[in-house]
């Protein structure tokens, strides 16, 4: 495989950059808005990584190498990480996760196209539901079973259905999740592809 | 942050890390700078970046395993350490941002944590929610300032230096650019916002004004990224080149390594008894 360019290395900077913007000023101000506890379905960290993804994707979509996401995920990450109020271990980890999980989408995808996409982009953002528990578990001490007792009240006040239910409330979390990947995938194909048109003319 | 010239901001973003080394002196005499590369100040230290390293790694494992009331300990050490070692560190308890996120986490947690069993003002709390609110905020101070504190100590040459040195070479590259270009774009991104909200252009159609408005700024970013690729392959620039060589771990580091070790014992170990019993 090539090595990578400083052509390559630069892009990456760039869509790193893009996104740490993103994270350090829309992100911080979501976070403080609707803080976790307040937005059981959907939260900011699903917001944010469906948006992340979008331009992660669109850079992969300019350097198509294997770990082109990953490192512009930890550009993001760190850029996040030395930033004023960014200065928290949880949303980073998971922001190289999420990149990690992509990756793999677009492993399994093998070629760069809309599918592979909203592959890469799902995954991404099935890690959101299970990053709750972990999170919670590693950095706050939180007992796991309690997290998912909690989840399941909070999803089944959402979603207007009985506690019982557990296996719906699970799926449509994770659906949710899917489908949103998915879009944000598929957008990132679009918008890319508009990029390119953009910087052709 | 101040926005360097464009063209110019790879290349210097290239040379940053081999400028670093070539200032750094022996003995762990240390030069820092702010993160659009201007040497502020040269100062001779003991701790080199192993040392702050295994200062954030220590505390994060500490917060995250210090069972109740003994994160204070943690917290109590990590103060002492940023006031001692980085005390710039310590500004970021005067964000109001960063209160404002403690506070959510310790004020909402009596709602949504637990049973509520506690009736003050005429509201339904949880005792259990409240101390386990307490404990959170006090994991997530204690994380905060951890890691504010070697972010504030670690110049962004070292950190890239540090990851190539575990395998992610032209990581260093990437950093230095996008540190440089962050403020461009925040800027351009800001500049395209404002000149498509004064025409118009969210009061119909927000989506595809939202598309419009993300192509922009991402073609325009692009379109720099050239400038930077055309003045670092001018000054040779080659990723596959090591950047910079690994600074190695002084006396000192060592000290902080054994003494974070036997402190996270003793934290930790009567709780692990204790399970054990």
């Given at each position: 495989m090539r090595k990578l360019t400083t052509r390559d290395l630069t892009t990456i900077a760039i869509f790193g950059a893009i996104w740490g913007a993103l994270e350090m000023t829309l992100g911080s101000y979501l976070h403080v808005i609707f803080p976790p506890v307040t937005t059981p379905l959907v939260g900011t960290g699903t917001v944010m990584t469906a948006i992340g993804m979008i331009v992660a994707l669109i850079g992969y979509l300019f350097v198509?190498?294997?770990?082109a996401v990953l490192m512009i995920g930890v550009v993001a990450a760190i850029l996040k990480a030395l930033s004023i109020s960014g200065a928290r271990l949880s949303p980073m980890l998971a922001i190289i996760i999420e990149c990690l999980l992509a990756e793999l989408g677009l492993l399994l995808a093998r070629r760069p196209g809309p599918w592979g996409f909203a592959l890469a982009g799902a995954l991404a953002l099935v890690w959101t539901f299970f990053h709750k528990f972990f999170g919670s578990y590693v950095f706050l001490g939180k007992d796991i079973t309690k997290v998912y007792l909690g989840l399941l009240k909070q999803g089944s006040q959402a979603l207007g259905i009985?506690?019982?239910?557990a296996l719906v409330i699970i799926a449509a979390f994770l659906l949710i999740r899917v489908i949103a990947g998915g879009v944000a995938g598929w957008l990132a194909w679009e918008l890319g592809r508009a990029v390119r048109g953009r910087l052709a003319r | 942050m101040v926005g360097l010239g464009v063209g110019a901001g790879g290349a210097r973003a290239a040379g940053q890390v081999a400028r670093e080394q070539v200032r750094k002196g022996a003995g762990g005499a240390r030069a820092t700078m702010r993160m659009h590369g201007e040497w502020t100040q040269v100062e001779r230290q003991a701790l080199s970046v192993w040392g702050y390293l295994s200062f954030l790694v220590g505390a994060v494992a500490m917060a995250m395993l210090a069972p109740g009331p003994r994160v204070f300990v943690v917290l109590g050490l990590v103060v002492s350490f940023c006031a001692l070692f980085c005390a710039g560190s310590l500004r970021l308890l005067r964000q109001r941002q960063f209160w404002l996120l403690i506070a959510s986490a310790l004020l909402l947690s009596p709602f949504f944590i637990g049973e509520k069993d506690v009736t003050l003002w005429g509201l339904r709390l949880s005792q259990q929610g409240f101390w386990a609110g307490l404990w959170m905020t006090a994991r997530a101070l204690t994380m905060g300032l951890a890691f504010n504190g070697f972010a504030s100590r670690i110049s962004v040459a070292e950190l890239a230096t540090l990851l190539e040195g575990a395998g992610l070479r032209g990581l260093g590259f990437a950093l230095g650019v996008a540190f440089n270009v962050l403020p461009i774009i925040q800027q351009s991104a800001a500049d395209a916002y404002t000149a498509m909200r004064l025409r118009g252009g969210f009061r119909r159609e927000r989506f595809s004004a939202l598309k419009k408005l993300l192509v922009t700024i991402v073609a325009g970013s692009l379109r720099r990224g050239e400038e930077i690729v055309d003045a670092a392959e001018a000054r040779a620039?080659?990723?596959?080149?090591?950047?910079g060589q690994m600074a190695r771990p002084t006396h000192a580091d060592v000290l902080l390594a054994f003494a974070l070790l036997c402190g996270g014992l003793a934290i930790l170990l009567p709780q692990f008894c204790h399970l054990c019993s």
């Open positions: 198509p190498r294997a770990g009985d506690v019982s239910l | 620039f080659d990723p596959a080149r090591p950047q």
